[in-house]
C-alpha cells in the first residue's frame, strides 16, 4: 500500500518558486508524529530539508535553505507542503517525504544526519529541476 505520495515537481528557472504536496494515508499520518522533506541528487548523500509536526505547528527548516523554503501542513487532509522561493540550480534534487517519530525539537535541530531513522513511510519522491 502507498502511504505518501508526493507531487508539485517539475522544471523551474532559477528564482522561481514550486510548492511541493505531500499526501498521506490515514495509517501513516496517525502513526506519526511528523513529517519532513528530504532531497536527493545522484552521488550524493539525501539531505534533509524540513519537518513538520503532525500534532502541532512547530516546523524546522535546515540552514541551507532557510528563508526560501516553508513547510507547512492541512491536518484534515493529511497533507503536508514545501513551499520553496527564490530557488537556485543547486536545488535541483528528487524531494521526498517521509513520516514516522521525529524527537523534540532541540534534537530534531542538533541531528539532521539522523532524520531517516523512526521514519516508517516514506514517498518515491517527486523531480524538481532548477535551470540556470
Known amino acids: 500500500q502507498v502511504h505518501l505520495t508526493e507531487s508539485g515537481g517539475g522544471s523551474v528557472q532559477a528564482g522561481g518558486s514550486q510548492r511541493l504536496t505531500c499526501v498521506a494515508s490515514?495509517?501513516?499520518?496517525?502513526?506519526?508524529?511528523?513529517i519532513t522533506w528530504f532531497r536527493q541528487t545522484p552521488g550524493k548523500e539525501r539531505e534533509a530539508v524540513a519537518a513538520?509536526?503532525?500534532?502541532?505547528?512547530?516546523?524546522y527548516v535546515v540552514d541551507s535553505v532557510k528563508g526560501r523554503f516553508t513547510v507547512s501542513q492541512d491536518k484534515a487532509k493529511h497533507e503536508a507542503y514545501l513551499e520553496m522561493n527564490n530557488l537556485k540550480p543547486e536545488d535541483t534534487a528528487t524531494y521526498i517525504c517521509?513520516?514516522?517519530?521525529?524527537?523534540?525539537?532541540?534534537?530534531?535541530?542538533?541531528?539532521?544526519?539522523?532524520?531517516?531513522?523512526?521514519?516508517?513511510?516514506w514517498g518515491t519522491g517527486t523531480l524538481v529541476t532548477i535551470s540556470s
Open positions: 513538520i509536526y503532525t500534532n502541532k505547528e512547530t516546523t
Open positions: 517521509a513520516a514516522g517519530y521525529c524527537p523534540p525539537l532541540p534534537l530534531l535541530a542538533s541531528a539532521t544526519s539522523s532524520w531517516a531513522n523512526g521514519k516508517d513511510y
Open positions: 490515514s495509517v501513516a499520518y496517525d502513526a506519526s508524529n511528523c
